[in-house]
Nanobody, 124 residues
Framework: QVQLVESGGGLVQAGGSLRLSCAAS????????MGWFRQAPGKEREFVAA????????AYADSVKGRFTISRDNAKNTVFLQMNSLKREDTAVYYC?????????????????WGQGTQVTVSS
């Protein structure tokens, strides 16, 4: 059982930046692909970004491409989401997710483990 704990959320003005972290309990963290998803009130959970086991391949939703960067530090069992140029529409609860295997996926149903989420609120 992999436990994931997100941190780094908060309130930020539009145009600002936040860096989310997700710490994993699994010692074989490097064997997991990781993803970030978000869910705004009244909306379905949506894909934000994903990264493969080594960090050599990443993917982004069109809505965040060029503004968000996903990365990972396998030595620290942690995945990050650097969010720049934040917009009001980025307001949501952000979740990290893990899937055993080397390849990342964009669909939430393909991830096996989830964190509890961290709130990101962008004000105008």
């Amino acid at each position: 059982q992999v436990q994931l704990v997100e941190s780094g959320g908060g309130l930020v003005q539009a145009g600002g930046s936040l860096r989310l972290s997700c710490a994993a309990s699994e010692r074989t963290f490097s064997s997991y692909a990781m993803g970030w998803f978000r869910q705004a009130p009244g909306k379905e959970r949506e894909f934000v970004a994903a990264i493969n086991w080594s960090g050599s391949n990443t993917a982004y939703a069109d809505s965040v491409k060029g503004r968000f960067t996903i990365s990972r530090d396998n030595a620290k069992n942690t995945v990050f989401l650097q969010m720049n140029s934040l917009k009001r529409e980025d307001t949501a609860v952000y979740y990290c997710a893990a899937r055993q295997g080397v390849t990342y996926y964009r669909l939430a149903k393909q991830y096996d483990y989830w964190g509890q989420g961290t709130q990101v609120t962008v004000s105008s």
